[in-house]
């Protein structure tokens, strides 16, 4: 179910992205909420950036660059929606590899 995302608000997909991570990535017992480190909390290991990776091209239509397979693009829910939500614009992904 491939949604266009620039239909989506920045929170719209905090909330897909959360809701992913919850159901797919965390034990049942854990918990995060959008600004939460991802990464140095060991929540995503390189698998779950992958499997997350194909979640956004698969369900919201964004195509990663290798160029943005990057800590800074992965490092919260927050951080991650916003780079998925810019991606999302004409040149967006192009913008975001520049930035750093």
């Known amino acids: 179910m491939t949604e266009d995302s620039s239909e989506l608000s920045v929170q719209d997909i905090e909330s897909r992205v959360l809701e992913f991570i919850h159901r797919e990535l965390l034990s049942s017992t854990a918990t995060i909420d959008r600004e939460d480190d991802l990464l140095s909390g060991e929540v995503l ?56």
């Open 45 to 100: 290991d390189s698998i779950g950036v992958l499997r997350l990776a194909t979640f956004i091209e698969e369900e919201l239509g964004i195509q990663i660059p290798p160029t943005s397979f990057v800590v800074e693009n992965f490092q919260s829910v927050k951080v991650i929606a916003g780079f998925v939500h810019q991606s999302s614009k004409p040149g967006g992904s192009e913008s975001m590899d520049s930035q750093g």
